[in-house]
């Protein structure tokens, strides 16, 4: 059997139709599948490849910390270097009120660990999401994301939760003395890159502030430079109370994390003793890795031009068959008339050496997220690609 039959038999499918690309090799932009076939990477792993595939700097760090040590103890036992490296790094560059880093080992855990520290500062039961979110697949995250067509076949779900519409200053009003947090994606992936008036999002930190809720932002996709800031909130004129991170966080290693204030993470440490605890949350080698990656993001400037590389993409991307480009940065969903066009769309790039694929709340966008160093080259070559293909 080659390798691709023995990845549809042994590897657990998510899809009856997974793209099966066999890829040997990624470097920077583009990726290499098995017999040298050569893709501009529009993807970049669902906007985790922020400084582009095997960074030099993050594969020394990689190496670096291999010689050192891997899993020693428990996630917050022992002193362990690249944990207390990248908690100081992430908070020099984070509100004072963010300043302790806990790191898992997805977003999706963030998410977990973010719900259960919400709960257990306010002590109230209840927790508003939005429609057509997305916060991950495990049943807490599960309980908050926003499209009853993933919930349904896993109920029951976590009670207490209610999903409002993103956006609304209708909904202001659900956010009550009961509400132990609202959770927002900053700006909402899935959904096909929409993004909230810098209004409600001030009006929502402001009703929460009057309700003693806390405000939870979701920044696993839109962090590290993909608006073009480093944390997409600054774009709205807001401080969340716990922001989430995951994606870029680990330099195309796996790693999450929630980040709050010093005195409510420390709620978690004691009253039950151990209040939130993960073996490889924070992996040293994850640790390393990320750092690189967000000192590179910065000392290499790479958020400079993004966007200029945004204004690019929507000026090339103009056809009939376009219906609308929605856009934030680095960031963009190209919407066609149905799921039917994009895929074809979409299938037809991927023969021409352009990887993309399409949003799950939004099956008829095509998704644009390349790596923040993708060259002004590249962008137009992918853009005459995807007009061929429409």
């Known amino acids: 059997m080659n390798q691709r039959e023995l990845f549809l038999r042994h ?7 997974p793209l099966a690309l066999e890829i040997v090799k990624a470097e920077g932009t583009k990726l290499y599948d098995a017999k040298g076939k050569e893709y501009i990477d529009l993807i970049g792993g669902i906007s985790v490849a922020n400084t582009g ?4 700097g993050v594969l020394a760090a990689i190496r670096e910390q291999l010689d050192a040590y891997l899993h020693i103890m428990v996630y917050g036992e022992f002193v362990e270097t690249p944990q207390v490296k990248y908690a100081q790094l992430l908070a020099s560059y984070l509100p004072a009120s963010l300043d302790s880093v806990y790191f898992t080992n997805s977003g999706a ?11 257990r500062v306010t002590n109230r039961p209840h927790i508003i ?15 908050i994301i926003g499209d009853e067509y993933w919930r349904n076949a896993f109920r029951p779900l976590l009670p207490g939760i209610s999903h409002e519409k993103y956006g609304s200053f209708e909904m202001l009003e659900k956010i009550t003395a009961d509400t132990a947090c609202v959770i927002a994606e900053t700006v909402q992936a899935e959904g096909g890159v929409l ?15 009057e309700t003693g809720t806390l405000l939870v932002l979701d920044e696993i996709q839109a962090g590290f430079g993909r608006t073009g800031t480093l944390w997409g909130f600054e774009n709205f004129g807001v401080t969340p109370d716990i922001l989430l991170l995951g994606k870029a966080l680990g330099g195309g290693m796996p790693l999450g994390a929630f980040i709050s204030s010093r005195e409510k993470m420390f709620q978690l440490a004691d009253g039950p003793v151990l209040g939130h605890i993960t073996t490889f949350g924070g992996h040293p080698v994850s640790c390393a890795a990320g750092y690189a990656a967000m000192k590179a993001l910065i000392g290499e400037e790479m958020m400079t031009d993004v966007k200029q590389k945004e204004a690019l993409f929507r000026s090339l991307l103009v056809h ?20 039917e066009t994009n895929k074809r769309v979409i299938d037809k790039c991927i023969e021409q050496g352009v990887l993309t694929d399409w949003f799950l709340f939004a099956a008829n966008a095509l998704r644009i997220s390349p790596p923040l160093t993708i060259s002004e080259e590249e962008i137009r070559r992918a853009c005459e690609v995807i007009l061929s293909a429409v």
């Not at 855990?109 to 709960?119: N, P, R, S, T």
């Not at 979110?133 to 495990?138: L, Q």
């Open 11 to 17: 590897v657990a499918q998510t899809s009856p139709a």
């Open 109 to 119: 855990e963030a998410v977990e660990g973010a719900m259960k520290l919400a709960k």
């Open 320 to 339: 009939p068959s376009i219906k609308q480009v929605n856009s934030y940065g680095l960031w963009l969903a190209v919407l066609f008339d149905t799921f």
């Open 53 to 56: 595939h095997r960074h030099p």
């Open 129 to 143: 999401a939005f429609n057509h979110s997305y916060h991950g697949s495990t049943q807490g995250a599960l309980s």
């Open 195 to 209: 993004a909230p008036s810098a209004e409600w999002m001030q009006a929502l930190r402001q009703r929460c502030d």
